[in-house]
């Protein structure tokens, strides 16, 4: 009896939570309203003028044998240190440069191509989608904490985190490795020409508009999802009932729990609580929005599924590979806030 309550559960748990959802929209129309604004703002403000034309830069770069004869030229550095092929280079570099959810998008691409197989796929999806150095260095360093040494340092770690990830996922379903396919890609690419690039240029608009649009629907959902949360007080409850554990590492204001939750949730939001929590030790707050900043949160996460999922790509490294991220980028951040006098003298 008791296994079959379960079960019931299980099966009714989305239905029941998508209930909830509906009901939250209707009780806090007013509050979802101003929720979905800012967050059709950020949209429009921030990530379609950030993110469009680097989707649409590297869909037409996908159609060139620019990237394939990179990669040939990296593989001797990927493949020794990562288990990819040099193309991976590719998803990585971009990723890290213009932040998420490129390189997942890119991953995703490649592997639609038959450049990858599926274990380098999962291994290079769980380390080439990061924050971009636009966002960390201007709003996070910048705009947030008002120190733009701040954030250097959190963008140094962040991608030495991200490289280390990627080296530790170099063993990643390494028994069960097929190795790469062939080379024959790098040879026998077909370069853009004038005669299509109007054909080519307006499908990669057409894509990178489809992609953008998922992402700005995604950052709605989670504005209101986290102001209903707030409206119910269930997260201030929550963030109460897990505030000892915060105590326990020295930060006993209710901020840090709450930043926290928020950030799980949805980075930016969670960022902003925490950079605007006055402490009289800074190095905490640094630390936590180190963590935040490589975990990348669940609407990041569910981003990347939308667009993994069409690749047939497992989102499990991923979950993986962010969860990893988010904590040795904290530690390097650690490292060096306490070994580093020009990050020490600064806070």
């Known amino acids: 009896m008791c296994k079959y309550f379960f079960i019931s559960i299980k099966k009714n748990i989305i239905p029941f939570l998508l209930l909830l959802f509906t009901i939250g929209l209707v009780i806090f129309s007013k509050d979802n309203l101003d929720a979905s604004k800012i967050g059709l703002l950020l ?36 493949r020794p ?16 440069i213009s932040g998420y959810p490129t390189g997942a998008k890119i991953v995703s691409d490649l592997k639609e191509k038959n450049l990858l197989t599926d274990i380098e796929s999962e291994r290079l999806i769980a380390f080439t989608n990061n924050s971009g150095p636009l966002f960390i ?30 080296f530790l996922f170099k063993f990643w379903k390494n028994n069960k490795n ?18 299509d690039l109007g054909e080519i240029l307006s ?25 209903i949360l707030n409206e119910s007080k269930i997260l201030p409850i929550v963030s109460t009932f897990i505030l000892p554990l915060f105590n326990l590492l020295g930060m006993n204001k209710l901020d840090f729990p709450t930043g926290f939750l928020s950030g799980l949730l949805e980075v930016t939001n969670g960022l902003n609580i925490i950079s605007n929590t006055p402490y009289k030790n ?12 490589g975990f990348g949160g669940f609407s990041v996460l569910l981003q990347v599924y939308s667009i993994t999922s069409k690749a047939n790509i497992s989102i499990k490294p991923y979950l993986i590979g962010k969860v990893l991220h988010g904590i040795i980028a904290s530690i390097y951040t650690f490292i060096f806030i306490y070994s580093i006098p020009i990050f020490n003298s600064n806070l």
Do not use: Q, R
Not at 43 to 55: K, Q, R
Not at 143 to 166: A, D, E, K, P, Q
Not at 178 to 189: D, I
Not at 203 to 227: A, E, M, N, Q, R
């Open 137 to 166: 260095l201007g709003t996070v360093g910048i705009s947030m904490f008002s120190n733009n040494l701040i954030g250097i340092l959190l963008l140094i770690t962040h991608v030495l985190s991200c490289l280390t990830v990627g």
């Open 81 to 96: 240190f990562f288990n990819v092929p040099g193309i991976g280079s590719f998803p990585l570099i971009m990723g890290i």
């Open 282 to 293: 800074i190095a905490y707050n640094i630390i936590l929005s180190s963590f935040l900043l």
């Open 203 to 227: 499908k990669s608009i057409l894509d990178s508009i489809k992609t953008i649009l998922l992402i700005g629907g995604f950052v709605i959902l989670f504005s209101v999802i986290l102001s």
């Open 43 to 78: 949209w429009a403000n921030n990530i379609v003028p950030s993110l469009l034309p680097f989707f649409i830069a590297t869909n037409l770069l996908s159609h060139t044998s620019l990237i394939y004869k990179f990669g040939k030229l990296l593989e001797p550095i990927m």
């Open 178 to 195: 097929l190795g790469y396919k062939s080379s024959k890609p790098y040879l026998y690419t077909k370069n853009i020409s004038f005669s």
